[in-house]
């Protein structure tokens, strides 16, 4: 059993470190910026006001349904000036690890001063430039949600998700922006060493301050750093045999309320398994 937390946090440890080598200074952009039409009189960028991280758990099989929703309440929050990350995450065993196929930032929109000093020449290459740019996050944003999604593969573990959401809320932590907005994708549910959310294939009924009293003597924390977390997917299991009571999705709910709520988050939304809020 200690071995195989030490080689969980190891791989942890190593994962974070690869996630945050990517966060800091905005050294991945997979958006190309139109400041450069500018030349020397472009402006300087500022640290974000938001960034929206969409978080896939690839373990959990989402319908069509599910799929177009996350995707549309991403794109219908993006902005001008945004930072975005697209994250599947999974298991710790062959290559189902976690992955970022998608950071960046949309660049911010000029002020009224700023296209004041430039020449209308430049001003139009950047504005079509602009335009373009839109059509390109959209479409490369929307992508990497879809792509993040796959059939679950019956042969690995269910995910742990308490330690990959530990290692997650670091690459938030590091992030510069002022309001910073999760979409997290993931049944919920946990299945580890620690404990298990499951009952003979069903969800079971937990207690959550038992559970968050085994997360805690467990050492594995997490710090959010006042993102607001919405969630879809919860309580979702993929067979037509299982049955899920309110009162079992209240637990759940209840929990991870808490469990945010500790690490310095907000559960912001929660869908069970559709979110039927916008992201704010």
Known sequence: MKRHRLLRATLTALMTMGLLATSNAYARNDIPSCYGALGSDA??????????????????????????????????????????????????????????????????????????????????????????????????????????????????????????LASLSELVRHSEAKRKVVLLFSDMLENSDITSFYHRGSVRKIAPTEELERLEASNITANWDGAAVYVLGAGLINTSKSYRSESTMQALRTFWNAYFDQSHGELAGWGAPMLMVDLK
């Open 43 to 164: 402006p300087s960028t500022s640290a974000p006001a938001r960034a929206l991280y969409v978080m896939v758990d690839e373990t959990v099989n989402a319908d069509e349904a599910l799929k177009a929703a996350t995707i549309k309440k991403a794109l219908h929050f993006i902005g001008p000036g945004d930072e975005l990350h697209v994250v599947r995450f999974g298991a710790y065993i062959d290559d189902h690890y976690t992955v970022q196929p998608f950071s960046g930032r949309i660049d911010p929109q000029l002020d009224q001063d700023a296209r004041f000093s430039i020449s209308k020449r430049a001003l139009s290459k950047f504005d079509t430039c602009y335009q373009r740019q839109a059509l390109f996050v959209k479409k490369k944003l929307a992508a990497a949600i879809d792509k993040s999604f796959g059939a679950p593969d019956k042969d690995i573990p269910k995910t742990e998700l308490l330690g990959n």
